[in-house]
C-alpha cells in the first residue's frame, strides 16, 4: 500500500527533521486512503434499488413470475453492492458529514496510537491526511494548544486540501510542515538540553478500510 513514492517520502522526512533541529517540539505525519470502509451505506442504497424493482414492475405493467422478480431483486442488489463500492461512487453516496467524522476519528485514534502526546512539553503535533475524504487535520497536544490558537491552524489545512484535490500530496505535507514548524520554533525554540528524536520522521501510512 504506497500513497506517495519513497522520494516524496524522503521529501518529507527530510522537512520535518529540518523543522525539528530549531524546536524542542514534535512533527508526526500520516495518511490513509480512505478513513472506512463505508461497507454499511453502499449496501443501504443497494438494498432500496433492489426493492424498487417490485414497484417498478407494478406501476410499468412488466409480468414477472415471484421467482424471476426475486432473482431480479438478487441480481441487481448484488451488482449495486459490488458497484456502490467503488470509491467515486462511494464517495457520491457517504454524506460528507459521515465522511469527516470518520476521518476525524482516526486522526485521533492515530494521535494517541503514535504517542504523539508523550512528547516532551506536551509540545506534539499530528499532520493528518486522508485522500478519499479530501480531509486534512492538524491536532496539537496541550502544550501546543494552550499557546496558540486552532485558528493557526486554518490555512494551512486550507492549503494542504487544495493540493490534496490537485493530487500535490507530497508538496501540501512539506508546506504544512514548514507552516507547523515556524508555530513550533516561536513557542518552543530547540534547546541545549533537547531530548534526542522522540517520534518517527517517516510517513505513517494507514488504511482505514480496515477499521
Known amino acids: 500500500m504506497a500513497f506517495l513514492t519513497d522520494q516524496e517520502k524522503e521529501r518529507i522526512a527530510q522537512a520535518i527533521a529540518a523543522v525539528e533541529a530549531r524546536t524542542s517540539g514534535e512533527l508526526v505525519t500520516a ?4 478513513s472506512d470502509g463505508y461497507r454499511f451505506i453502499p ?16 406501476f410499468g405493467e412488466i409480468v414477472l ?8 431483486q438478487m441480481a441487481l442488489f448484488m451488482l449495486s453492492a459490488i458497484l456502490f463500492q467503488l470509491p467515486p461512487i462511494r464517495r457520491l453516496l457517504v454524506p460528507s458529514s459521515v ?25 506534539g503535533i499530528l499532520i493528518f491526511v486522508s485522500i478519499e475524504e479530501h480531509y486534512v487535520q492538524i491536532i496539537a497536544d496541550e502544550g501546543v494548544s494552550t499557546r496558540v490558537d486552532n485558528t493557526t491552524w486554518e490555512h494551512a489545512v486550507e492549503t494542504f486540501i487544495s493540493k490534496v484535490k490537485s493530487g500535490q500530496v507530497a508538496d501540501g505535507f512539506i508546506d504544512c510542515i514548514e507552516q507547523c514548524g515556524a508555530v513550533l520554533a516561536k513557542e518552543f525554540p530547540a534547546t541545549a538540553e533537547r531530548p534526542a528524536n522522540e517520534l518517527t520522521n517517516r510517513l505513517i501510512e494507514l488504511d482505514g478500510e480496515d477499521l
Do not use: C, D
Request: hydrophobic share 55%; net charge positive; aromatic share 10%.
Open 99 to 123: 465522511q469527516h467524522q470518520r476521518a476525524r476519528r482516526l486522526a485521533y485514534q492515530t494521535f494517541y496510537e503514535t504517542g504523539v502526546h508523550h512528547a516532551s512539553h506536551r509540545a
Open 31 to 34: 495518511i490513509a486512503r480512505v
Open 65 to 72: 413470475s415471484l421467482k424471476n422478480l426475486m432473482l431480479s
Open 43 to 58: 449496501i443501504l442504497f443497494a438494498a432500496v434499488l433492489a426493492l424498487l424493482v417490485l414497484p417498478v414492475a407494478y
